[in-house]
Structure formats: structure tokens, C-alpha cells
């Protein structure tokens, strides 16, 4: 049985996703259940209870393309969806990792 405060909490997520995002609550649990709960990314659980959660979306065409923790959507706007400068970002995690493991060798 829900209680008073979850059926708020419950209304208020159906509002803003709906307002927001254009996005039924019914599509938002089936979204989340296809993620299996999990951030498209970095597969961290998704915590909907403390909105520890956002709805990833193309900020020209407004296209939902998954839910994402905080720290990937982060992340992702700091580079602003920018795929060459994420791709160059995780080149130089990649590169930087090889040469210290060469440095180690030594």
C-alpha cells in the first residue's frame, strides 16, 4: 500500500515527465526496465526515489535516448554532446594508461 507521500512523490514524477519531457510515466518504467534499472552508460542503478536520475535527450530535436545517473549526464553536457572531444577524451585515458603501464615496465 502506498502511502500519502509516495503517491505525491509518485504524481509530481508523472507531472514533470510529462511537462518536461513529453514522456509518459508508463514509457519512463518501461525505458528504466529496458535499461534494467541501470544508467545507458556507465551502468550504475538509477535511483529514482532521490532524483539521482536524468532523462537523456537531444537538446536540438528534444528525442529521448535513455535515462542516465547524474554523473554521465553531467558529463555528457560539460561536452556538450560533443562525440569527437569524448572520443579524444577517452583516447587520452586510453593512451595515458598505456604509457604508464610502459613506464611500469621499466
Known amino acids: ?3 500519502a507521500k509516495d503517491k505525491a512523490a509518485y504524481s509530481q514524477l508523472k507531472r514533470q515527465l510529462k511537462h518536461k519531457f513529453r514522456l509518459d510515466i508508463n514509457d519512463f518504467f518501461a525505458l528504466l526496465n529496458e535499461q534494467k534499472g541501470l544508467c545507458a552508460v556507465c551502468k550504475a542503478p538509477i535511483m529514482i526515489t532521490n532524483k539521482g ?3 537523456d535527450h537531444c537538446h536540438e530535436t528534444g528525442t529521448i535516448r535513455g535515462l542516465l545517473c547524474n554523473r554521465c549526464n553531467l558529463g555528457l553536457g560539460l561536452f556538450k554532446d560533443n562525440e ?5 577524451a577517452a583516447n587520452y585515458i586510453v593512451r595515458h594508461r598505456t604509457l604508464v603501464i610502459r613506464l611500469l615496465k621499466r
Open 84 to 88: 569527437d572531444a569524448l572520443l579524444e
Open 53 to 55: 536520475y536524468a532523462v
Open 1 to 3: 500500500m502506498l502511502t
